[in-house]
């Protein structure tokens, strides 16, 4: 199923990103993963590679991974937007409403117990799915939002995006004691 999801995007031209990009990134990692984590759009060299979370972000978000005892082959990385905005652009809303649909797709196919959703833009796509109105990240950081599905209970864990850090660095402590709350969601 999400093999069948990656080749649909790998051709999309739902939306122009398809004008600019690369590579499209559906992203990767364990399909029965406990854990995803929803970032925002793929930047430089993502679009470069294909691949979610490489580069100076990338590291940071395996550092992360490290500090709370998980690697990235156990989770599942993925973005809002398959595709990168030119310049890293802020994603507008007809690519919001073009791409989710696949974010809507690899969700359930894969059945999380958990999702964090890195940034702003992820976490106001996820929230108001559960009837939960989205506030800035700088608010609800760090929190566990629990909430029941049709199928299963879900966690939502609205984190910083990794990149973060690479822009200022004072904030690796901030997105650590988040990485700490996930690390005690899985004992
Ligand atoms: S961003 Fe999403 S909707 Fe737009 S072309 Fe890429 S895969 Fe398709």
Known sequence: MLKEIAVEIQACRKCGLCETRNNPVPGEGDPKAKIVFVGEAPGYNEDMQGKPFVGAAGNVFEELL????????????????KC???????????????CTPYLDRQLKAISPDT???LGNFATAYILPKFGIRPDAIGKIHGQVINVDTLEHHLRIIPMYHPATVAYNPNMKKVLIDD????????K
């Not at 490290?66 to 937007?81: E, M, R, Y």
């Not at 905005?85 to 409403?97: C, L, T, Y």
């Open 179 to 186: 990485w700490k709350v996930l690390a005690g969601t899985q």
């Open 84 to 98: 990168r905005p030119p310049s890293n652009r802020n994603p507008v809303p007809d690519e919001i409403r073009a």
């Open 66 to 81: 490290a500090s709370a005892g998980l690697k990235k082959a156990d989770v599942f990385v993925t973005n809002i937007l």
């Open 115 to 117: 999702v964090c959703t």
